[in-house]
Protein backbone atom coordinates (compact mmCIF):
# COMPACT_ATOMS: atom_id res chain seq x y z
CA UNK A 1 0.00 0.00 0.00
CA UNK A 2 1.14 3.51 -0.51
CA UNK A 3 -1.09 6.03 0.94
CA UNK A 4 -1.85 8.91 -0.71
CA UNK A 5 -3.78 11.98 0.99
CA UNK A 6 -4.88 14.91 -0.48
CA UNK A 7 -5.47 18.09 1.18
CA UNK A 8 -6.46 21.71 0.10
CA UNK A 9 -10.03 21.23 -0.90
CA UNK A 10 -13.11 23.16 -0.55
CA UNK A 11 -15.82 25.68 -1.51
CA UNK A 12 -14.56 28.78 -3.88
CA UNK A 13 -16.42 31.17 -6.22
CA UNK A 14 -16.38 30.71 -10.12
CA UNK A 15 -13.59 32.37 -11.11
CA UNK A 16 -11.07 31.45 -7.67
CA UNK A 17 -8.31 29.13 -7.22
CA UNK A 18 -7.28 26.77 -5.61
CA UNK A 19 -4.20 24.72 -4.80
CA UNK A 20 -4.77 20.40 -3.80
CA UNK A 21 -1.94 18.84 -2.37
CA UNK A 22 -1.35 15.14 -2.43
CA UNK A 23 1.26 13.71 -0.07
CA UNK A 24 2.86 10.20 -0.35
CA UNK A 25 4.08 8.05 2.58
CA UNK A 26 7.54 5.74 1.24
CA UNK A 27 10.34 6.23 -0.43
CA UNK A 28 9.80 5.89 -4.25
CA UNK A 29 7.27 8.73 -4.63
CA UNK A 30 10.16 9.66 -6.81
CA UNK A 31 9.80 6.39 -9.14
CA UNK A 32 6.59 7.01 -10.25
CA UNK A 33 4.06 9.25 -12.44
CA UNK A 34 1.26 10.86 -10.56
CA UNK A 35 -2.00 12.03 -11.70
CA UNK A 36 -5.30 14.05 -10.84
CA UNK A 37 -8.20 12.61 -11.72
CA UNK A 38 -12.18 13.57 -10.76
CA UNK A 39 -16.04 12.36 -9.87
CA UNK A 40 -18.56 14.77 -10.13
CA UNK A 41 -22.17 13.36 -8.83
CA UNK A 42 -23.62 10.90 -11.44
CA UNK A 43 -20.21 11.13 -13.65
CA UNK A 44 -17.80 8.36 -13.62
CA UNK A 45 -14.54 9.59 -12.93
CA UNK A 46 -11.98 11.27 -15.41
CA UNK A 47 -8.33 12.25 -15.82
CA UNK A 48 -7.30 15.71 -15.37
CA UNK A 49 -3.74 15.70 -14.88
CA UNK A 50 -0.72 13.83 -14.96
CA UNK A 51 3.02 14.25 -14.63
CA UNK A 52 5.80 11.91 -14.86
CA UNK A 53 8.35 10.83 -12.42
CA UNK A 54 11.12 13.75 -13.22
CA UNK A 55 8.53 16.55 -13.63
CA UNK A 56 9.17 16.92 -17.58
CA UNK A 57 6.34 15.06 -19.08
CA UNK A 58 2.54 16.20 -18.73
CA UNK A 59 -0.40 15.74 -20.09
CA UNK A 60 -3.96 17.52 -19.28
CA UNK A 61 -7.59 17.19 -20.04
CA UNK A 62 -8.81 19.31 -22.85
CA UNK A 63 -11.38 21.09 -20.24
CA UNK A 64 -8.49 22.00 -17.93
CA UNK A 65 -6.23 23.23 -20.03
CA UNK A 66 -4.55 26.40 -19.25
CA UNK A 67 -6.62 26.61 -16.55
CA UNK A 68 -4.81 23.66 -14.46
CA UNK A 69 -1.21 23.34 -13.49
CA UNK A 70 -0.04 19.94 -12.46
CA UNK A 71 3.78 19.92 -10.43
CA UNK A 72 5.44 17.57 -8.18
CA UNK A 73 8.47 18.15 -5.57
CA UNK A 74 10.02 15.06 -5.17
CA UNK A 75 12.00 16.26 -2.24
CA UNK A 76 8.69 16.43 -0.01
CA UNK A 77 7.24 13.32 -1.91
CA UNK A 78 3.85 15.29 -2.85
CA UNK A 79 2.02 16.51 -6.06
CA UNK A 80 -0.13 19.57 -6.45
CA UNK A 81 -3.17 20.63 -8.81
CA UNK A 82 -3.16 24.76 -9.39
CA UNK A 83 -6.65 25.06 -10.15
CA UNK A 84 -7.65 28.75 -11.69
CA UNK A 85 -10.50 30.41 -13.25
CA UNK A 86 -12.20 27.66 -11.83
CA UNK A 87 -15.78 27.65 -13.33
CA UNK A 88 -18.81 25.33 -11.76
CA UNK A 89 -18.41 22.65 -13.75
CA UNK A 90 -15.17 21.92 -11.74
CA UNK A 91 -17.32 20.89 -9.07
CA UNK A 92 -16.02 17.01 -8.25
CA UNK A 93 -14.23 14.97 -5.53
CA UNK A 94 -10.61 14.91 -6.48
CA UNK A 95 -8.19 12.17 -6.53
CA UNK A 96 -4.68 11.86 -6.71
CA UNK A 97 -3.18 8.33 -8.13
CA UNK A 98 0.32 6.94 -8.28
CA UNK A 99 0.98 5.09 -12.13
CA UNK A 100 1.32 2.03 -12.04
CA UNK A 101 4.60 1.49 -13.27
CA UNK A 102 8.25 2.88 -12.52
CA UNK A 103 10.10 5.42 -14.74
CA UNK A 104 6.71 5.06 -17.34
CA UNK A 105 6.22 7.92 -19.62
CA UNK A 106 3.12 9.59 -19.11
CA UNK A 107 1.58 11.17 -22.21
CA UNK A 108 -1.41 9.11 -23.14
CA UNK A 109 -1.80 7.38 -19.59
CA UNK A 110 -5.31 8.77 -18.93
CA UNK A 111 -7.36 5.69 -17.75
CA UNK A 112 -7.86 4.72 -14.36
CA UNK A 113 -6.31 1.09 -15.35
CA UNK A 114 -2.73 3.21 -15.54
CA UNK A 115 -3.13 3.71 -12.00
CA UNK A 116 -2.46 1.21 -9.37
CA UNK A 117 -2.65 3.66 -5.69
CA UNK A 118 -5.52 6.02 -4.88
CA UNK A 119 -6.32 8.63 -2.69
CA UNK A 120 -9.56 9.22 -0.53
CA UNK A 121 -10.53 11.92 -3.01
CA UNK A 122 -11.33 15.91 -1.53
CA UNK A 123 -14.07 17.33 -2.54
CA UNK A 124 -13.88 21.09 -4.70
CA UNK A 125 -17.23 22.71 -4.78
CA UNK A 126 -17.34 25.89 -7.13
CA UNK A 127 -19.97 28.06 -6.78
CA UNK A 128 -21.61 30.10 -9.33
Known amino acids: QVPLLESGGGLVQAGGSLRLSCAAS????????MGWFRQAPGKEREFVAG????????NYADSVKVRFVISRDNTKNTVYLQMNSLRPEDTAVYYC?????????????????????WGQGIQVTVSS
Open 51 to 58: INWNGRQI
Open 26 to 33: GGTFSRYG
Open 97 to 117: ARHRYSFYPIIGRTTEADYDY
